[in-house]
């Protein structure tokens, strides 16, 4: 009997039985979120109420960086789990090896079994393949190439929606509930991302959402915001575009931070309709909801629009995660630990069972869900690849503190390091790099940012623009010796990897 049994659960499982029991996962990923543009972030003007909820059934992370702040580059990061780096993936470094493409938790879980799903902004490219192979790496694709539209009817994988939702947030909405009754209905776990283009410039919200916010005239300004918040940061920081356009974020903040609102409260819309499609296909107490976006935004904080900096604003996101499989006593906790957004491939792989690649960049997330008190990492790093040389940089990021190394000399700069004590000082307005009661926090932070340079030197993608910055980004070469490297690069990145002229971020 006993054997006969066991001969039973065999077959079971091999005929996917137990497939039940590995968890459908819900990926849901906005574009240029602020950390602060939340409600249960504590912003009392946005309308939030569906990912508030989701706050509230769930685990609220409040120290979530993206490593490299920066579209093409971050969501290469999310599905992979590489930093940037190790990836190659951003403008002016190249486009997604296949090879690297093939180890991302989207690729590996449709291969252990798992039905996939993509809509919206997918944000890169495969290496010397056309944009649509996607329709062939996912079960249904309905992403777009480049930055997408927010007309519906112009993104032509759910243009089907465009009657009745116009705007593409809300028809992402509806592309997930329908893909959430076709993935059931497969009999398969499904992995499902939906990546909206709001609240991404041009500022184009659903008019719904925009008349929400008509009858407010002001709008509460950022504790650092204008450009005297900005004179005690370094030279190098005010070189960018951040702080040379996007200047409606300092001129005309209430107008600006209308649209950006209703664009987020656009996709708290579809967040909702996500949710009651689960509930209504009776799949939502096996579905794990994890929500973030791809980078920050200054929004007007020291004077700067855009994201890039490695300033909190522009390089922290929000952070949700809900396992309905947890203990209700998990629900509405909050976790002040490090995370990154490398740390979503590796917290999918580990929902999934599915086995991640060696060496990963990122943490698995899962043991904060029970204990958000604890750590998955002592430090973080953060990087700037892109843009002016001038602006490029490395910092690193602890719960309590954030030191960064400016290295550019150019047109008279000084090398400069800053140092933000965030426990004390979170919105950076006080570099304690040169007070003497620091200098052991700094050399322990310079020490921590050393390691990572090794890193960099040690283990960077080949053929994608990285090899440079083993030595620039380093605190002993003096610019003398930089500036050959610097120039030599700047001329490489002219073409990218793949010979091209480089994709540019708008």
Not at 36 to 41: F, I, L, R, T
Not at 101 to 120: M, W
Not at 444 to 460: P, R, T
Request: net charge neutral.
């Amino acid at each position: 009997m006993f054997r006969l049994k066991s001969l039973l659960l065999i077959l079971a499982i091999g005929s996917g039985a137990m497939a039940a029991e590995r968890p459908n996962i819900v990926f849901l990923f906005s574009d240029d979120q602020t950390i602060g543009a939340m409600g249960c972030y504590g912003n009392k003007e946005i309308i939030t109420p569906n990912l508030d909820q989701l706050a509230r059934d769930g685990v609220r992370f409040l120290n979530h960086y993206n490593t490299t702040s920066i579209c093409m580059a971050s969501r290469a990061c999310v599905m992979t789990g590489l930093y940037e780096y190790r990836h190659g993936c951003n403008f002016g470094h190249g486009d997604l090896e296949r090879r690297i493409f093939e180890a991302s938790y989207t690729a590996r879980l449709r291969k252990a079994g798992y039905f996939t799903g993509f809509v919206g902004k997918i944000g890169f490219e495969i290496q010397d393949e056309d944009f649509d192979v996607f329709d062939q790496e996912f079960d249904v694709f309905a992403g777009g190439p480049s930055q997408t539209s927010y007309n519906t009817a112009k993104n032509k994988r759910y243009a089907r929606y465009a009657e009745q939702y116009p705007h593409a947030s809300r028809a992402c909405g509806a592309w997930g509930q329908d893909f959430i009754k076709t993935a059931k209905a497969s009999g398969k776990p499904f992995c499902m991302s939906v990546s909206f283009k709001a609240p991404h410039m041009p500022f184009t919200p659903d008019p719904i959402d925009l008349k929400l916010y008509e009858s407010v005239k002001i709008f509460k300004r950022p504790a650092n915001f204008g450009v005297d918040n900005a004179a005690h940061l370094s030279p190098q920081s005010q070189t960018g575009r951040q702080a040379k356009i996007y200047r409606d974020w300092v001129n005309n903040y209430d107008e600006t931070v209308r649209k950006y609102y209703a664009l987020i409260t656009g996709v708290d819309a579809a967040v909702g309709m996500i949710r009651e499609g689960l509930e209504r296909e009776g799949v939502a107490e096996n579905t794990v909801i994890i929500f973030t976006s791809d980078n920050g935004y200054n929004s007007g904080s020291h004077g700067f629009g855009g994201k890039v900096l490695p300033y909190e604003e522009g390089s922290k996101s929000p952070l949700i995660i809900y396992d309905p499989r947890q203990p209700e006593t998990q629900a509405g906790l909050v976790s002040e630990a490090v995370t990154a957004n490398v740390d979503m491939a590796a917290t999918i792989f580990a929902l999934s069972g599915v086995a991640a690649p060696e060496e990963l960049d990122g943490k698995d997330l899962l043991p904060l869900l029970s204990n958000p008190s604890a750590r998955v990492r002592d430090a973080l790093p953060l990087f700037n690849f892109w843009g002016p040389a001038s602006c490029q940089s490395m910092a690193i990021v602890t719960p309590e503190w954030k030191y960064i190394h400016w290295y550019s000399e150019d047109k008279g700069m000084k090398t400069t390091d800053e140092l933000f004590h965030l426990a004390k000082d979170r919105i950076e307005m006080k570099n304690v790099a040169g007070n003497p009661e620091n200098a052991d926090v700094l050399a322990k932070m310079q020490k921590a940012y050393d390691v990572e340079l090794a890193a960099i030197s040690s283990s960077f993608v080949p053929n994608h623009n990285y090899d440079a910055f083993g030595k620039v980004f380093g605190r002993s070469l003096l610019w003398d010796a930089k500036k050959d490297l610097v120039k030599a690069y700047s001329g490489r990145v002219q073409k990218d990897s793949s010979g091209k002229k480089p994709k540019k971020d708008k």
